[in-house]
């Protein structure tokens, strides 16, 4: 089956000076926003960033405070939901218990009173590859199955847009991975526009060709998976995508190839295109898969970045990788993530040693230390730590 034979091709979203405000709080500031169309985009943040309050805009369950949304180039800031090009997948499925499968992906045709319901809705449970099952109830599939035949009965109806809240989050690990790469593949055959919303980072940069990060109503940052990862402009980016190992200090030197920053005494390089500020206090960062651990102090290479003596204060073994994480005085604690390339390591809590970095892998963030307080992680090291010597770990 091409494509051709099944869906029309998406349409673009533009989101032009959206606001909305709820009483006592503003949801969106000053969105503005454009999503190609054939794209896979997802908005990505903790809850209460306001994506899923964006989601619902484009949908027509919420009207803007202020603003304009356009499909395809046409305003439907004031169109019904029901009225808009729009479907949207959600977490629940809210598939229909007492029909089968075919009767579910069939029921939006049959309402419309589109021609031949059923040879439509045979063909995208094909595409879902689910035509096998057609005539089951939901509660005889799993969960991964309920999840396609609540994405066929979306994309049956041909949307120019089709939105995605958190349709993974109810599945396990294993399964929710396997249906991140089955999402980007049917995305890719029918052509259609994706708004993906999730608080899930690894599903956001598996699934979207552009992610959009959110932040208390505004986006923090948007451009490609990779881009995003490898040069967070702000400390929230850096951290929310991903964990990142952030210092604070003032440049010391700046050449056209690089920016000296003091660290407690350590001088630190980062590339000057890769820093977003070259004067004064800036805040800089290295990603922990980026470290290497070393039991002896490094011998001077100008291309790798050294802090040491530091100790090691926690070891947690997952599986591919091992975290460390490394107490260094004056620069705090250091997460180091290693590949279990061997049986055992060689390192162990308590062991004194280095942590370097090729200059290559370090970034310089566009927060200013003097505006706002130094980001938290989500997690605090030092209960971590504290918490597996209670256990005895």
């Given at each position: 089956m091409t494509t051709d034979t099944f869906a029309e091709s998406g349409a673009d979203l533009e989101l032009v000076g959206i606001?909305?405000?709820?009483?006592?709080?503003?949801?969106?500031?000053?969105?503005?926003?454009?999503?190609?169309?054939?794209?896979?985009?997802?908005?990505?943040?903790?809850?209460?960033?306001g994506k899923t309050t964006t989601l619902r805009l484009v949908a027509g369950l919420e009207a803007p405070t202020a603003g304009r949304i356009l499909v395809g180039g046409t305003d439907v800031t004031n169109q019904k939901s029901f009225q808009r090009p729009v479907n949207t997948v959600f977490q629940s499925y809210a598939l229909f218990p007492h029909m089968t499968v075919l009767e579910n992906v069939a029921f939006g045709l049959r309402r419309r009173k589109m021609a031949d319901p059923l040879g439509k809705a045979h063909e995208v449970?094909?595409?879902?590859?689910?035509?096998?099952?057609?005539?089951r109830r939901p509660q005889q599939l799993s969960g991964g199955q309920q999840q396609r035949v609540?994405?066929?009965?979306?994309?049956?109806n041909r949307?120019?847009?089709?939105?995605?809240?958190?349709?993974?989050?109810?599945?396990?690990?294993?399964?929710?991975?396997?249906?991140?790469?089955?999402?980007?593949?049917?995305?890719?055959?029918?052509?259609l526009?994706?708004?993906?919303?999730?608080?899930?980072?690894?599903?956001?940069?598996?699934?979207?060709?552009?992610?959009?990060?959110?932040?208390?109503?505004?986006?923090?940052?948007?451009?490609?998976?990779?881009?995003?990862?490898?040069?967070?402009r702000t400390s929230f980016v850096a951290n929310f995508l991903g964990q990142s190992n952030l210092f604070t200090g003032p440049v010391v030197s700046t050449t056209s190839a690089g920016v000296a920053v003091d660290v407690a005494g350590h001088k630190i390089v980062v590339p000057a295109a890769r820093a977003h500020r070259t004067t004064g206090e800036i805040t800089i960062g290295v990603r922990p898969e980026k470290l290497t651990l070393h039991s002896a102090k490094p011998t001077h290479d100008a291309d790798v970045n050294v802090m040491g003596p530091g100790r090691v204060t926690d070891v947690s073994f997952s599986g591919v990788s091992t975290?460390?994480?490394?107490?260094?005085?004056?620069?705090?604690?250091?997460?180091?993530?290693?590949?279990?390339?061997?049986?055992?390591s060689d390192v162990k809590f308590g062991d004194e040693v280095w942590v370097s970095w090729g200059v290559g892998h370090g970034f310089g963030l566009d927060d200013d230390p003097a505006d706002a307080p130094?980001?938290?992680?989500?997690?605090?090291?030092?209960?971590?730590?504290?918490q597996r010597h209670l256990e005895g770990a």
């Open positions: 606001h909305k405000r709820f009483p006592g709080f503003t949801a969106i500031e000053e969105l503005n926003l454009t999503i190609p169309a054939g794209s896979f985009f997802a908005l990505l943040g903790p809850s209460g960033c449970l094909r595409l879902v590859e689910l035509d096998h099952l057609a005539s609540a994405l066929a009965r979306a994309i049956v949307p120019a847009l089709l939105l995605l809240d958190e349709p993974l989050g109810a599945l396990d690990l294993k399964l929710r991975r396997q249906m991140q790469l089955e999402l980007k593949t049917i995305q890719e055959d029918v052509g526009t994706f708004l993906h919303v999730t608080h899930d980072q690894e599903e956001a940069m598996t699934m979207a060709d552009t992610i959009a990060v959110m932040n208390k109503g505004r986006i923090e940052q948007m451009g490609a998976p990779q881009e995003l990862y490898e040069l967070p975290q460390y994480l490394v107490e260094v005085p004056g620069a705090g604690t250091l997460i180091v993530f290693a590949q279990n390339m061997t049986f055992g130094r980001f938290e992680a989500d997690f605090d090291t030092r209960s971590i730590a504290a």
